[in-house]
């Protein structure tokens, strides 16, 4: 009976915790870029659905979600990374969230460039 009663106040519980993790939609996604060969660090600004640069890689921004200001900062960031280098066919170099506070969750493999996010704007 105790265990029912402490599962049910804590599914009482979930909707704020949910609340209290809420994620907000940005414009655009603050990048750090790393030149492996030559050590060059570059801020790429990217704004969601325009194509941004670095090397040789075309970096797009499809969603990028921010924490609200009153809660820990975050961002997670869906990129599809292509390489214009890369063999015709071979699809994209990288897609799929990258997450700010995790970077190691979900890394672009890449032998010259490193991507991560830094945040969402």
Known sequence: MKRALALLALLALLPGLAAAQSWVPRQGAQLQALDKVTARVTVVSA?????????????????????????????????????SRAVPGTGPAFRGWMFANAPAVNTLEHPVYDIRILECR
């Open 47 to 83: 704004r969601i659905g325009t194509p941004a640069q670095f090397g040789t890689l075309t970096i797009m921004v499809r969603a990028c979600q921010g924490r609200p200001a009153d809660e820990v900062p975050d961002a997670a960031a869906w990129l599809e990374i292509t390489d």
